[in-house]
Structures are given as structure tokens and as C-alpha cells.
């Protein structure tokens, strides 16, 4: 609750009358079971109110929330759920007609191999699909973080090479503005996975471009979090097609998987942080925080 209020100490709910009336007037109307939304200049709060009994004396207890790390650790959870069922029925289904199909593609009888050929194409398929559901699993499974604190702009500079090399794009055109000083404690391994996917989506998106450029930035935020953008020069994400980029599946490239966005979302809270997007026009732009 302080970290969302940016104090470092609250001692009476009467500190808050001054300072933010809007917020003080919410806690202290809520009403136990009531919901509320609040909007600051710096996020949309989630306020929830319960009530407890201590000694006889009814007391008021309050949770904050940031509505957009709720909303999308909500969505998480809830794809989780869904894909477990999903990925449980599916191999159900997939594994005997892969087993059955390769027996009869295997097998000597030749009654059998007039039908071979139609079946070479259900086995091909049941294959396929199984490797999907396996490659589906690693949205559920992934990695405990290994912490370490590392330099940020000579992590960024690696990420920069590694994307400039892998999809043979000009390392000149990727400007990181970043201080020397600035140290990050989290997973460098998960980090830069989701940096190489960014990077890559970024010259994804600018190709046809004349000159096409991605910004990276990294610099501590007012409340001494770990902030990394990426931006291009690319188009515009729509307004109608922002609010899916990140769900699973869904994608606007046509050989795309959509699973990329998605994965990174969840590397990043799965290092404690968050992946949104905080610019759609003129140029996106993509926002990595970490605390």
C-alpha cells in the first residue's frame, strides 16, 4: 500500500486529508464488501474493504491495488486454468490416434497398405498437434527466477548485439539511453528472453520502413523501480487491437504464433515485475518494470 501511495511511512489515515482528499474521502466511505476504482496521475487503484472483529471492537481492513497488475495477473490465472483443461483433453484425444496410426504405418499386412497413404497424413497431423500441446505446457511451467544483480546497460547493450546479429538489423540503428550506474536484481536469463522477443517484434513491425530505428531506455522511476522501454518508428498499434496483445493465440503477423507477448508477460511477473504497453500512437512503445 505505501509503495502504490509513494510514502515511505503512514501512521493515521488523517496524513492522506491534505495531501489527496480523493483518496482519504474513498477509505473512509467504503463500506465493508464495497469496491472501488480511484484514478491517480500515475495509476488506476483497485480499493476493497472487509471488516473483522478484535476484542469486540469492529475494524475496517482495506487492500489497494494496482487495476492494471491485478487485471492482468487475473487473465493469467485464469488462461492457466483454462489451458490445463484444454492441453489435459487434447492429449487424451491425440496420444492413441498417434500410437494406433504409427502401429498401422509400421506394420507388414499388406490389406493394409492401400490405406496407408490416408493415414500418413492423420499421423503428420496427431504429431504436430502433440508437439503443440507440449510447446503449449511451457506457458504453465515456467522457471523459478535466479536472482542476481547485474549492470542494466551492458545487459542492454548484449541484447541490442543479439537482436542486431540474429535478424540482421543494422546494431547503429538501436539507441539505448541508459546511465552507467544503474544495477538490476532479477533473473538475467528470463530478462533476456523477453528483451529478444521485444527486439524482434520491434523489426517485425518496422519492415518496409526507409529508416527504421528502436529506442531502449533504461532508467529508475520515482519509486526507485527498474524501468526498461523499447520503442520503434514502426506504425501504430490500433486501439482496437492493444487490449489483445497480450492473449494467447492472438496475433496480426501471418506466419505468427501469438505466443510471444503472452510468454514475456508472464517471464516478467514471474520475476516479480510487469510488461505493458504505454504508447500505441505515433510508435509503440513497450514498458518492462521491475522492482
Known amino acids: 500500500a505505501l509503495e502504490l501511495l509513494h510514502r515511505s ?31 491517480t496521475s500515475t495509476e488506476s487503484l483497485l480499493i476493497h474493504a472487509n471488516s473483522i472483529v478484535i476484542s469486540d471492537e469492529q475494524l475496517k481492513i482495506i487492500t489497494i491495488d494496482d487495476i492494471d497488475t491485478a487485471l492482468a495477473n487475473h487473465d493469467m490465472d485464469s488462461w492457466a486454468r483454462y489451458s490445463s483443461v484444454i492441453m489435459h483433453e487434447l492429449m487424451n484425444s491425440l ?29 503428420s497431423c496427431a504429431t ?16 523459478d527466477p535466479d536472482l542476481s544483480l547485474f549492470g542494466l546497460k551492458p545487459f542492454l547493450n548484449r541484447a541490442a548485439t543479439l537482436a542486431s546479429h540474429i535478424h540482421r538489423f543494422p546494431l547503429d540503428n538501436i539507441n539505448i539511453a541508459c546511465d552507467d550506474s544503474l544495477y538490476v536484481n532479477t533473473d538475467e536469463s528470463l530478462l533476456g528472453q523477453v528483451m529478444t522477443n521485444l527486439l524482434k517484434n520491434s523489426i517485425e513491425a518496422m519492415d518496409g520502413i526507409e529508416h527504421p530505428e528502436i529506442t ?15 520503442s520503434n518508428n514502426g506504425p501504430e498499434i490500433p486501439e482496437s487491437t492493444a487490449p489483445k496483445i497480450f492473449i494467447p493465440f492472438f496475433t496480426t503477423k501471418t506466419a505468427g504464433s501469438g505466443i510471444g507477448l503472452s510468454l514475456s508477460r508472464q517471464l516478467i511477473r514471474r520475476c516479480g515485475g510487469t510488461l505493458k504497453i504505454v504508447n500505441l500512437s505515433p510508435h509503440p512503445v513497450f514498458r518492462i518494470t521491475i522492482p
Open 128 to 143: 504436430y498437434l502433440i508437439n503443440f500441446v507440449n510447446g503449449l505446457k511451457k506457458l504453465n511451467q515456467l522457471p
Open 216 to 230: 531502449i531506455s533504461g532508467y529508475c522511476d520515482e519509486r526507485e523501480n527498474i524501468v526498461i522501454e523499447i
Open 9 to 39: 511511512v503512514l501512521t493515521h489515515i488523517k496524513q492522506l486529508e491534505s495531501s489527496d482528499p480523493a483518496l482519504y474521502s474513498a477509505l473512509c466511505g467504503i463500506a465493508p464488501g464495497e469496491t472501488r476504482q480511484l484514478a
Open 95 to 123: 496420444t492413441p490416434i498417434a500410437s494406433i496410426s504409427r502401429q498401422l504405418l509400421s506394420t507388414t499386412d499388406p490389406e493394409l497398405r492401400s490405406v496407408r497413404a490416408n493415414i500418413e497424413p492423420v499421423y
